[in-house]
Protein backbone atom coordinates (compact mmCIF):
# COMPACT_ATOMS: atom_id res chain seq x y z
CA UNK A 1 0.00 0.00 0.00
CA UNK A 2 1.41 3.36 -1.02
CA UNK A 3 2.37 5.55 1.52
CA UNK A 4 1.31 9.38 2.37
CA UNK A 5 3.01 12.12 0.83
CA UNK A 6 4.89 13.77 3.92
CA UNK A 7 3.79 17.71 3.86
CA UNK A 8 6.03 19.81 2.96
CA UNK A 9 4.65 22.94 4.23
CA UNK A 10 6.02 25.01 6.48
CA UNK A 11 9.09 22.45 6.37
CA UNK A 12 12.79 24.60 6.44
CA UNK A 13 14.82 24.06 3.51
CA UNK A 14 18.73 25.02 2.90
CA UNK A 15 19.99 24.75 -0.44
CA UNK A 16 23.70 25.75 -1.13
CA UNK A 17 24.15 26.63 -5.22
CA UNK A 18 20.37 28.04 -4.49
CA UNK A 19 20.74 30.53 -6.85
CA UNK A 20 20.46 29.00 -9.91
CA UNK A 21 20.19 25.76 -11.85
CA UNK A 22 19.34 22.63 -9.70
CA UNK A 23 19.66 24.78 -6.62
CA UNK A 24 17.26 27.32 -7.65
CA UNK A 25 14.40 25.29 -9.58
CA UNK A 26 14.55 23.02 -6.27
CA UNK A 27 13.59 26.23 -4.34
CA UNK A 28 11.36 27.04 -6.56
CA UNK A 29 9.11 23.52 -6.48
CA UNK A 30 9.46 23.57 -3.02
CA UNK A 31 8.02 27.00 -2.41
CA UNK A 32 5.30 25.51 -4.54
CA UNK A 33 4.77 23.21 -1.57
CA UNK A 34 4.09 25.87 0.96
CA UNK A 35 8.00 25.19 2.09
CA UNK A 36 10.30 28.01 3.80
CA UNK A 37 13.44 28.18 1.84
CA UNK A 38 16.71 29.55 2.20
CA UNK A 39 19.16 30.05 -0.38
CA UNK A 40 22.85 30.02 -0.16
CA UNK A 41 24.93 31.42 -2.58
CA UNK A 42 28.70 33.14 -2.84
CA UNK A 43 27.41 36.15 -4.65
CA UNK A 44 25.30 38.18 -2.43
CA UNK A 45 23.78 40.36 -5.36
CA UNK A 46 22.79 37.56 -7.63
CA UNK A 47 21.37 35.33 -4.50
CA UNK A 48 19.53 38.19 -3.28
CA UNK A 49 18.21 38.64 -6.26
CA UNK A 50 16.87 34.82 -6.91
CA UNK A 51 15.36 34.89 -3.89
CA UNK A 52 13.26 38.08 -4.34
CA UNK A 53 12.63 36.39 -7.84
CA UNK A 54 11.65 33.03 -6.65
CA UNK A 55 9.35 35.21 -3.70
CA UNK A 56 7.14 33.69 -0.77
CA UNK A 57 9.48 34.22 1.24
CA UNK A 58 12.54 32.97 0.57
CA UNK A 59 15.87 34.44 1.94
CA UNK A 60 18.68 34.70 -0.01
CA UNK A 61 22.14 34.44 2.17
CA UNK A 62 26.14 34.79 1.55
CA UNK A 63 27.90 31.27 1.43
CA UNK A 64 30.94 29.83 0.39
CA UNK A 65 31.24 25.69 0.94
CA UNK A 66 34.53 25.39 0.98
CA UNK A 67 34.62 27.37 4.33
CA UNK A 68 33.62 25.74 7.82
CA UNK A 69 32.38 29.30 9.67
CA UNK A 70 30.76 30.29 6.54
CA UNK A 71 28.89 27.19 6.31
CA UNK A 72 28.01 27.13 10.01
CA UNK A 73 26.81 30.78 9.80
CA UNK A 74 24.15 30.05 6.83
CA UNK A 75 23.14 27.11 8.90
CA UNK A 76 22.70 29.48 11.78
CA UNK A 77 21.02 32.59 10.17
CA UNK A 78 18.49 30.02 8.36
CA UNK A 79 17.58 29.10 11.64
CA UNK A 80 17.12 32.53 13.76
CA UNK A 81 15.17 33.56 10.33
CA UNK A 82 12.90 30.89 9.55
CA UNK A 83 13.22 28.08 12.16
CA UNK A 84 14.85 24.95 12.85
CA UNK A 85 16.12 23.09 9.61
CA UNK A 86 14.30 20.19 8.36
CA UNK A 87 15.79 19.60 5.25
CA UNK A 88 19.35 20.51 3.73
CA UNK A 89 20.34 20.28 0.18
CA UNK A 90 24.14 19.80 -0.48
CA UNK A 91 23.88 21.09 -3.86
CA UNK A 92 27.01 23.14 -4.76
CA UNK A 93 29.58 21.63 -7.19
CA UNK A 94 31.82 22.65 -10.39
CA UNK A 95 32.62 20.77 -13.40
CA UNK A 96 36.03 20.85 -14.96
CA UNK A 97 36.98 18.46 -17.85
CA UNK A 98 40.49 17.63 -19.43
CA UNK A 99 42.86 14.57 -19.45
CA UNK A 100 43.97 13.69 -15.59
CA UNK A 101 47.63 13.89 -15.96
CA UNK A 102 47.65 17.23 -17.46
CA UNK A 103 45.07 18.16 -14.82
CA UNK A 104 46.47 20.97 -13.12
CA UNK A 105 46.60 20.48 -9.70
CA UNK A 106 44.56 23.83 -8.75
CA UNK A 107 41.56 22.23 -11.05
CA UNK A 108 41.51 19.00 -8.54
CA UNK A 109 41.81 20.90 -5.32
CA UNK A 110 39.01 23.06 -6.63
CA UNK A 111 36.81 20.35 -7.38
CA UNK A 112 37.28 18.35 -4.41
CA UNK A 113 36.73 21.49 -2.22
CA UNK A 114 33.34 22.58 -3.71
CA UNK A 115 32.67 19.11 -4.75
CA UNK A 116 33.31 16.87 -1.40
CA UNK A 117 34.52 18.95 1.13
CA UNK A 118 32.03 21.42 0.78
CA UNK A 119 29.13 18.70 0.68
CA UNK A 120 31.06 16.65 3.47
CA UNK A 121 30.95 19.90 6.00
CA UNK A 122 27.13 20.40 4.90
CA UNK A 123 26.49 17.05 5.96
CA UNK A 124 28.08 16.98 9.59
CA UNK A 125 26.47 20.21 10.17
CA UNK A 126 23.21 19.75 9.12
CA UNK A 127 23.22 16.21 11.04
CA UNK A 128 24.50 17.90 14.24
CA UNK A 129 21.18 19.57 13.97
CA UNK A 130 18.96 16.94 13.09
CA UNK A 131 19.91 14.02 15.07
CA UNK A 132 19.31 15.29 18.25
CA UNK A 133 15.72 16.13 16.96
CA UNK A 134 15.60 12.71 15.52
CA UNK A 135 14.16 14.26 12.22
CA UNK A 136 15.47 16.13 9.26
CA UNK A 137 16.24 15.35 5.55
CA UNK A 138 19.76 15.34 4.12
CA UNK A 139 20.08 15.63 0.74
CA UNK A 140 23.27 15.33 -1.18
CA UNK A 141 23.46 15.85 -5.14
CA UNK A 142 26.18 13.39 -7.25
CA UNK A 143 25.41 12.54 -10.41
CA UNK A 144 25.34 8.95 -12.81
CA UNK A 145 29.29 9.79 -13.15
CA UNK A 146 29.67 8.38 -9.53
CA UNK A 147 28.88 5.19 -10.31
CA UNK A 148 31.16 5.00 -13.35
CA UNK A 149 33.91 6.86 -13.80
CA UNK A 150 33.83 8.49 -16.75
CA UNK A 151 37.04 9.49 -18.88
CA UNK A 152 37.73 13.09 -18.99
CA UNK A 153 36.20 13.73 -16.19
CA UNK A 154 37.72 11.74 -13.64
CA UNK A 155 38.65 14.29 -10.63
CA UNK A 156 35.04 14.92 -11.54
CA UNK A 157 33.68 11.06 -11.27
CA UNK A 158 36.15 11.18 -8.13
CA UNK A 159 33.91 13.89 -5.80
CA UNK A 160 30.77 12.33 -6.96
CA UNK A 161 31.69 8.36 -6.12
CA UNK A 162 32.95 10.25 -2.54
CA UNK A 163 29.52 11.92 -1.97
CA UNK A 164 27.68 8.80 -3.09
CA UNK A 165 29.51 6.62 -0.95
CA UNK A 166 29.61 9.38 2.13
CA UNK A 167 25.69 9.56 2.26
CA UNK A 168 25.52 5.67 2.24
CA UNK A 169 27.74 4.85 5.01
CA UNK A 170 25.98 8.11 6.21
CA UNK A 171 22.55 6.29 6.16
CA UNK A 172 24.16 3.09 8.01
CA UNK A 173 25.43 5.22 10.53
CA UNK A 174 22.12 6.98 11.49
CA UNK A 175 20.14 3.77 10.66
CA UNK A 176 16.73 4.30 13.16
CA UNK A 177 17.15 7.95 14.01
CA UNK A 178 14.84 9.07 12.28
CA UNK A 179 16.55 11.51 9.93
CA UNK A 180 16.52 10.40 6.21
CA UNK A 181 19.06 10.62 3.84
CA UNK A 182 19.13 10.84 -0.09
CA UNK A 183 21.81 11.34 -2.84
CA UNK A 184 20.52 12.37 -6.12
CA UNK A 185 22.11 10.99 -9.24
CA UNK A 186 20.89 13.03 -12.53
CA UNK A 187 22.44 12.42 -16.07
CA UNK A 188 23.80 15.52 -17.66
CA UNK A 189 21.57 18.53 -16.54
CA UNK A 190 20.67 21.30 -19.51
CA UNK A 191 23.29 23.86 -18.10
CA UNK A 192 26.45 25.84 -18.66
CA UNK A 193 27.89 23.19 -17.14
CA UNK A 194 26.85 20.57 -19.88
CA UNK A 195 27.62 22.56 -22.71
CA UNK A 196 29.93 21.12 -25.21
CA UNK A 197 29.14 18.11 -24.35
CA UNK A 198 28.87 14.90 -26.58
CA UNK A 199 25.63 13.39 -26.49
CA UNK A 200 25.84 9.49 -25.90
CA UNK A 201 23.30 7.43 -27.73
CA UNK A 202 20.64 6.95 -25.54
CA UNK A 203 21.35 9.36 -23.12
CA UNK A 204 18.95 11.68 -22.13
CA UNK A 205 20.05 15.37 -21.63
CA UNK A 206 17.13 16.47 -18.58
CA UNK A 207 16.24 20.06 -16.42
CA UNK A 208 17.17 21.26 -13.80
CA UNK A 209 13.29 21.24 -13.11
CA UNK A 210 13.16 17.56 -13.90
CA UNK A 211 15.77 17.18 -11.17
CA UNK A 212 13.98 19.31 -8.86
CA UNK A 213 11.05 17.13 -9.07
CA UNK A 214 13.02 14.43 -8.27
CA UNK A 215 14.16 16.10 -5.34
CA UNK A 216 10.40 17.14 -4.14
CA UNK A 217 9.42 13.94 -4.77
CA UNK A 218 12.03 11.73 -2.81
CA UNK A 219 11.52 14.41 0.57
CA UNK A 220 7.76 13.79 0.36
CA UNK A 221 7.79 10.23 0.28
CA UNK A 222 11.53 9.30 1.30
CA UNK A 223 13.53 7.34 -0.72
CA UNK A 224 17.63 7.34 -0.71
CA UNK A 225 18.86 6.62 -3.91
CA UNK A 226 17.19 9.36 -6.76
CA UNK A 227 18.20 8.52 -10.44
CA UNK A 228 17.11 11.13 -12.48
CA UNK A 229 15.59 10.32 -14.68
CA UNK A 230 14.05 7.23 -13.14
CA UNK A 231 14.96 4.59 -16.05
CA UNK A 232 19.06 5.29 -15.75
CA UNK A 233 19.26 3.53 -12.14
CA UNK A 234 18.32 0.45 -14.20
CA UNK A 235 20.49 0.73 -16.29
CA UNK A 236 23.53 1.44 -13.61
CA UNK A 237 22.05 -1.35 -11.72
CA UNK A 238 22.49 -3.91 -14.52
CA UNK A 239 25.82 -2.42 -15.60
CA UNK A 240 26.47 -3.68 -12.01
CA UNK A 241 26.02 -6.82 -12.97
CA UNK A 242 28.15 -7.60 -15.99
CA UNK A 243 31.59 -7.97 -16.41
CA UNK A 244 34.05 -5.00 -16.45
CA UNK A 245 35.07 -5.27 -20.19
CA UNK A 246 31.28 -5.93 -21.25
CA UNK A 247 30.45 -2.50 -19.06
CA UNK A 248 33.30 -0.64 -21.01
CA UNK A 249 31.93 -2.29 -24.39
CA UNK A 250 28.84 -0.84 -24.09
CA UNK A 251 30.37 2.63 -22.95
CA UNK A 252 32.59 2.58 -26.22
CA UNK A 253 28.86 1.25 -28.06
CA UNK A 254 26.81 3.75 -26.70
CA UNK A 255 29.38 6.47 -26.81
CA UNK A 256 29.52 7.02 -23.20
CA UNK A 257 33.02 6.99 -22.71
CA UNK A 258 33.19 10.34 -25.33
CA UNK A 259 30.57 12.41 -23.04
CA UNK A 260 33.08 14.20 -21.26
CA UNK A 261 36.06 13.39 -22.93
CA UNK A 262 34.73 14.22 -26.43
CA UNK A 263 33.53 17.75 -24.66
CA UNK A 264 34.28 20.64 -27.61
CA UNK A 265 36.41 23.50 -25.74
CA UNK A 266 35.49 26.41 -27.49
CA UNK A 267 31.64 25.61 -26.22
CA UNK A 268 33.07 25.21 -22.76
CA UNK A 269 35.38 28.40 -22.77
CA UNK A 270 33.37 30.53 -20.91
CA UNK A 271 31.99 28.40 -18.12
CA UNK A 272 36.20 27.65 -17.74
CA UNK A 273 36.97 30.97 -17.82
CA UNK A 274 34.47 31.83 -15.50
CA UNK A 275 35.66 29.01 -13.11
CA UNK A 276 38.60 31.09 -13.19
CA UNK A 277 40.79 28.12 -13.65
CA UNK A 278 40.75 27.91 -17.75
CA UNK A 279 44.31 28.57 -17.76
CA UNK A 280 45.49 25.94 -15.79
CA UNK A 281 42.64 23.36 -17.30
CA UNK A 282 44.23 21.09 -20.08
CA UNK A 283 42.63 21.71 -24.14
CA UNK A 284 40.09 19.43 -24.56
CA UNK A 285 39.13 18.69 -28.71
CA UNK A 286 36.41 19.87 -30.09
CA UNK A 287 33.48 17.13 -30.65
CA UNK A 288 30.67 17.34 -32.72
CA UNK A 289 26.75 17.68 -32.00
CA UNK A 290 27.22 19.53 -28.34
CA UNK A 291 24.40 19.86 -26.03
CA UNK A 292 23.52 23.26 -26.02
CA UNK A 293 23.73 25.91 -23.20
CA UNK A 294 20.35 27.36 -22.33
CA UNK A 295 20.05 30.95 -22.70
CA UNK A 296 21.76 33.55 -20.45
CA UNK A 297 18.74 35.68 -19.75
CA UNK A 298 17.00 34.43 -17.11
CA UNK A 299 17.23 30.76 -17.26
CA UNK A 300 18.56 28.53 -13.95
CA UNK A 301 21.71 26.48 -14.88
CA UNK A 302 22.80 22.80 -13.06
CA UNK A 303 25.95 23.18 -11.65
CA UNK A 304 28.29 26.16 -11.36
CA UNK A 305 28.23 28.84 -13.76
CA UNK A 306 28.74 32.79 -13.20
CA UNK A 307 31.70 34.29 -12.05
CA UNK A 308 35.29 33.03 -10.40
CA UNK A 309 33.76 34.38 -6.94
CA UNK A 310 30.57 32.68 -7.17
CA UNK A 311 32.51 29.29 -8.98
CA UNK A 312 34.88 29.00 -6.09
CA UNK A 313 32.05 28.06 -4.10
CA UNK A 314 30.00 26.17 -6.16
CA UNK A 315 26.98 26.55 -8.23
CA UNK A 316 24.43 23.74 -8.20
CA UNK A 317 26.09 20.33 -8.45
Known amino acids: MAREPRSLAGKVVAITGGARGIGRATAVALVRRGAKVAIGDLDPALTDQAAKEIGAGTIGLPLDVTDRTSFEAFLDAVEQRLGPLDVLVNNAGIMLLG ?20 VAT ?10 PRRSGHLVNVASTAGKSGIPGGATYSA ?87 ATEAVGRLMKTDRVLAGADSGARAAYEREAGLAAAAPALPPAPEPIAA ?12 TSDETLRAGGDA
Do not use: Y
Open 99 to 118: SFTDEDDAVTDRQIDINLRG
Open 122 to 131: GSKLALRRFL
Open 159 to 245: TKFAVVGLTEAIRAEIRGSGVETSVVMPVPVRTRLAAGLQKGRGVAVVEPEDVAAEIVDALEQPRHDVFVPRSIGRTVRAAALLPRG
Open 294 to 305: PEAAGEPEHEHE
